[in-house]
């Protein structure tokens, strides 16, 4: 096969020419923007995913095209590596000089990474590309497969999938299908079968009662729930709200994260019974949370920790009873509850370690237990077993039937990447088990009221963290006033982060009190403004404040 480079500068001069000379960086979670903004970049990660692919040996690697949970009139790409983590650090260097190189220089761009990484141009090459339901995805796509094309790649398309589903489906195609059938049937039917057979027909038990309501945040998940529900055999009856059909917008007043950020239910929300179990899911379903209003009309949050302690516990007294040994661990990140914390390492006994914001170091630190679970407090999350402990449990099956829920619990977790239908449904599983109802799961510990802020800044670089972004460094002087704000507060914290994602300098506080937590966030935001070049409008001083 020969491959003339000059094709990718004539696609890109012709149909995917650079509009904007504005930086762009390859973040947290890819390249994020304005949608009109990104033909150009999506052209290119195209062309990067097909070199990518051929340094890897020919493995296939995914393309996903999203932008979560932002507004609608974003977009978004990301890269899957082959094992379904995210592109090694080095290469999201090289993605983030591709797609700032000028049109005229991209031709010389592409040569440079083939000769620097020593890249065999004439070998096959597999890019598997998806995208969420914005109305601008498919011709982002297009601009992916276009790239792909342009150096004589294979591309194929799975048009509208989860975020998960995409990480499952590199894997799956990688690993020659022992993780399962690389196609969307495939997908339902490894998490479906191991869900049904986990619930052996036993659909209520205890306090437990087997129906809830699922806001699909007018996004992804929606869709692919209503594709479940037609394929599970009423093993779990579910209403979908948000199903992003008609008016609504994706993740606008509903989803995961609005849910999360807002402490309310989406506005679309119908009456329910009180103590009703609800899920939200982002835009792409790789995150989710719990919640329920109570008799008195109260509103419950069960998060991302709730998740994870909730998941914890129940794997630990699993493990112990099926009298084999593994090292269990829990991975947070600096957003996680106070209490949460407390409550795993004083009450379930299982080590917790902190990582800075972002899936991949939370997976990164969890592939070091045998049975790592991770989970951001956001809800994006879920639990990776190492080789080891696979084998372990699969011995102790011939022995300890009990051993079997473990073996089916792997299948249901997609282990490549949070997974908000998967997480769900082994949340599902797990309340059944135990005959709960969200009563019995938020009383196993109380959360610190919380609150976060944004706070706009000239340059948001000039805030710089270190142990796992729970102390700043700079600008000098910074951490020592919010050190002297939080000791005025009982079971104060804060801590001040530079956005990955967004221009914005994000504030963190808890305390022991709602009013407490409102007047250190306050605080805080103006340290904020003051000491790292605020420029947004003043912050909103709260009733109580005493500043
Ligand atoms: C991205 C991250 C998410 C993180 C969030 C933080 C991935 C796949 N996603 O969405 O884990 O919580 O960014 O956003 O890594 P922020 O940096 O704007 O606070
Ligand atoms: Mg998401």
Known sequence: MSINLRTVYAFAREMYPKITTEPIQYGTAGFRGKAEFLDSVMFRMGVLATL?????????????????????????VKLIDPKGEMLEPSWETIATDLVNVSDQDLEQQVAKIIKDNQIDVASSSHVYVGMDNRYHSPRLLKAVSDGVIALKGNVREFGIVTTPMMHYFVVSANTKEAYGKPTEEGYYKKLISAFEELRDGC?????YRNYLVFDGANGVGARKMLQFIKRMNKSLDITVINQGIGSGKINEDCGADYVKVQQRPPKSMPSVEPFTRCVSVDGDADRV????????????????????????????????????????????????????????????????????????????????????????????????????????????????????????????????VGDAISDMLLVETILNHKGWDVKDWISTYNDLPNRQLKIKVKDRNVITTTDAERICVKPVGLQDEINMAVSNYKRGRAFVRPSGTEDVVRVYAEAATKEDTENLSYEVGLLVQRLAGGVGPELTKPNNAHL
């Open 289 to 416: 949370v719990y919640f329920f209003t109570d008799d008195s009309g109260q509103f419950h949050l069960l998060d991302g920790d709730r998740i994870a302690t909730l998941v914890a516990g129940y794997l630990m007294d699993l493990i112990k009873s099926c009298e084999i040994n593994l090292r269990l661990g829990l991975v947070q990140t600096a957003y996680a509850n106070g209490a949460s914390t407390d409550y795993i390492e004083n009450e379930l006994k299982v080590p917790v370690s902190c990582v800075p914001t972002g899936v991949k170091h939370l997976h990164h630190k969890a592939l070091e237990y045998d049975v790592g679970i991770y989970f951001e407090a956001n809800g994006h999350g879920t639990i990776v077993f190492s080789d080891y402990a696979k084998s372990v449990i699969a011995q102790a099956v011939t022995t300890n039937p009990k051993a079997k829920t473990l073996l089916l619990l792997i299948d249901l977790i997609n282990e490549t």
């Open 52 to 76: 990518r692919s051929r340094f890897r040996g020919g493995s296939v690697i995914g393309v996903m095209i999203t932008a979560s949970h932002n507004p609608e009139p974003d977009n978004g």
């Open 203 to 207: 659909l209520e038990k205890g306090n």
